[in-house]
């Protein structure tokens, strides 16, 4: 497994401390974020899960615990738009240049709106997608959200 993929040279390359951790990714999961979250041994509220999604028909980023549902509804009001839905798999993997399973908020071809939800702030640190399946970045929450030029709001169901 390489541990170089855009997204740990993105934060490297914008001197954010994170640490790199590996583990068994299980293709079969049907929840990808949990799967991660058990084989780590960390609690579910701290490894977290990055979704693309339509905002008014363009995309946009969500970050949030790999545990709790997004609501379209106050993800829409968190950046500014009307609705948003869940964008189809393969336009996702376009967009971001990831595969589902390793999709990482850091490093996407495109630089997206990106939500994060509030609860993460209240962790000592978090594991996002480090851009491939199996590698997880550890890192400080408030780090997380300054390196994406993120909104924080409460955007669980």
């Known amino acids: 497994m390489s541990r170089s993929t855009p997204a740990t040279l ?5 001197g954010v401390a994170f640490d790199l951790v590996t583990y068994d990714y299980d293709p079969g999961s049907e929840r990808v974020g949990l799967q991660a979250a058990e084989a780590l041994g960390e609690d579910p509220a701290r490894v977290l899960k990055t979704l693309v999604v339509l905002l008014d028909g363009k995309p946009a ?3 949030l615990p790999s545990d709790r549902e997004v609501s379209m509804k106050k993800l829409a ?3 500014g738009g009307k609705s948003a839905a869940m964008m189809p798999v393969p336009d ?4 971001t240049g ?6 990482s908020p850091f490093g996407q071809k495109k630089r997206l709106p990106t939500a994060v939800e509030e609860a993460a ?3 000592p640190h978090v ?5 491939q399946r199996g590698l997880q970045m550890r890192l400080a929450p408030a780090d997380l959200v300054a390196a994406l030029g993120a909104k924080t709001a409460s955007i669980v169901a």
């Open 92 to 95: 996702a993997e376009r967009i």
């Open 121 to 123: 702030l209240t962790e």
């Open 127 to 131: 594991f996002v997608n480090g851009g």
């Open 61 to 63: 980023c969500v970050v």
């Open 98 to 103: 990831y595969k589902v399973g390793g999709v």
């Open 10 to 14: 993105g934060l490297a390359k914008a």
């Open 77 to 79: 009001a968190a950046l």
